[in-house]
């Protein structure tokens, strides 16, 4: 990959040839990648982009995957905690409806918004997204939903969610019998799923798929 030692030549080049460093900022012709080939950039070392294997099928079996485990992730169970004769059936969804009733209502409409509604929006923007490249129509709302989706993506937070939840067993073991339920076990692999996701879906071929320069960079 070319260095940016020599600016001259990058001077002439036309923006669409020419790829920046998210990381050092350092400008760099765009490589032509083949299959399953990433670009790294040569001063930190930080992936540019991956020309990743059919990530349209891939991603769009994931995304379904993730929205079948969004209901049982947030309404079954997580854990069941039987205290002084009396048994309680936690889920992410009294979680919220609890901190409500509660007169904590800011944090509920965080726990809410954070756990809930942006991890779902998300997962509909993500749709809807691959649904235009895999069916090749209303790309122009595509990149408009792709926009949004990059706009709230740090809003979900299931990883911080789960991680007051384990702290919260490791507190409560000791104080009561807790039995594990099976929202945990929906709910953390809604969260790999999610991980995976992410790591499959390459950006850069779908802005490609969705600006229409290559009809098949999604494949």
Partial sequence: MPDSADPQPLQDLPLDELAACHECDLLLRKPVLKQNEK?????????????????????????????VLFIPANFLPIMQLHLLGQTSYDT???GVAGLYESDMRGIAAVVFLCSMAIPLLKLLCQLLVLLSIRFDTGRSYGLFIYRIYHHVRDW????????GVLVAIVKLVDMAQLTVGLGLACFVSLLLVQVWLE???????VWVALSGEDVHAGD
Avoid: D, F, K
């Avoid at 930080?46 to 891939?58: D, G, I, K, P, T």
């Fill in 39 to 67: 670009a790294q950039c040569p001063r930190c070392g930080y992936e540019l982009y991956a020309h990743r294997h059919n990530v349209v099928s891939r991603s769009l079996a994931l995304v379904i995957t993730a929205l």
């Fill in 92 to 94: 992410v969804w009294s």
């Fill in 156 to 163: 979900g937070m299931l990883e911080v969610y789960l991680m």
């Fill in 199 to 205: 790591v499959v879906m390459s950006p850069h071929q």
